[in-house]
């Protein structure tokens, strides 16, 4: 099991930046991949950015150049720096863990979501 708490939204003016966290608890060393799905009202759940392991982070076309993920393990805490935000970018954001439970089987993980919101 594990379980994810994600923090660090807020509103922000278009251009400004914001830093999320998502710091994980429980069987942590059984995490493959983590990363950041947004939903805005309206719109499905979509990813935003996603590391696996061993892999280079991917990254949504819409936040490429801006959004930057990274992670600290000590911490079991991961981040989202996003930078030259636009109205666009409003939205719930929610960190993401998939989790190896045994072989053939992996379970999602999703923090409770942390609003952000971006004024023209």
């Known amino acids: 099991q594990v379980r994810l708490v994600d923090s660090g939204g807020g509103l922000v003016q278009a251009g400004g930046s914001l830093k999320l966290s998502c710091a994980a608890f429980g069987d942590t060393f059984n995490i493959n991949a983590m990363g950041w799905y947004r939903q805005a009202p309206g719109k499905k759940r979509e990813l935003v950015t996603l590391?696996?392991?061993?892999?280079?982070?991917k990254y949504a076309d819409s936040v490429k150049g801006r959004f930057t993920i990274s992670r600290d393990n000590a911490k079991n805490t991961w981040y989202l720096q996003m930078d030259s935000l636009k109205p666009e970018d409003t939205a719930v954001y929610y960190c993401y863990a998939d989790v190896f439970v045994r072989i053939g089987v992996r379970n999602d993980y999703w923090g409770q979501g942390t609003q952000v919101t971006v004024s023209s």
């Open positions: 590391i696996d392991s061993g892999e280079p982070p």
